[in-house]
């Protein structure tokens, strides 16, 4: 899981141009079937130290996609909402094909 949480951090900071310190905080969540590591534990691995991050388990909703781990950044930045960029990768577009890029 780590890589994956890993990829998906680093295209979310890349894609919007933010380093570490545009972090204020940041949470992960994982759908039930993930518990295996904490997500977080890949944004340590980055580098992201000085950094809260908190993991929280998704609802177990039935027909939900399986093997999905969400970010959701606090940031500071001077970019209007309208230009970030909302990242999903993989299948997880499908959850939300208006704004996934």
């Known amino acids: 899981m780590g890589e994956r949480v890993e990829a998906l951090l680093t ?12 972090l204020i905080s940041i949470w992960f969540t994982a759908t039930p079937d993930l518990h295996s590591d904490f997500p977080a534990a890949a944004a340590r691995e980055l ?3 000085d950094v ?15 093997r999905v781990v ?8 001077d970019t ?3 230009d970030i960029h909302h990242v999903y990768l993989g299948a997880a577009a499908a959850l939300r094909k208006d704004i996934a890029q």
């Open 47 to 49: 580098g992201i130290v």
């Open 80 to 82: 209007p909402r309208a």
């Open 70 to 77: 969400r970010i959701l950044a606090h940031i500071e930045s």
């Open 11 to 22: 295209a979310v900071l890349e894609r919007n141009g933010l380093t570490a310190d545009d």
């Open 52 to 66: 809260p991050l908190i993991c929280a388990q998704e609802l177990d909703v039935a027909g939900a996609m399986p």
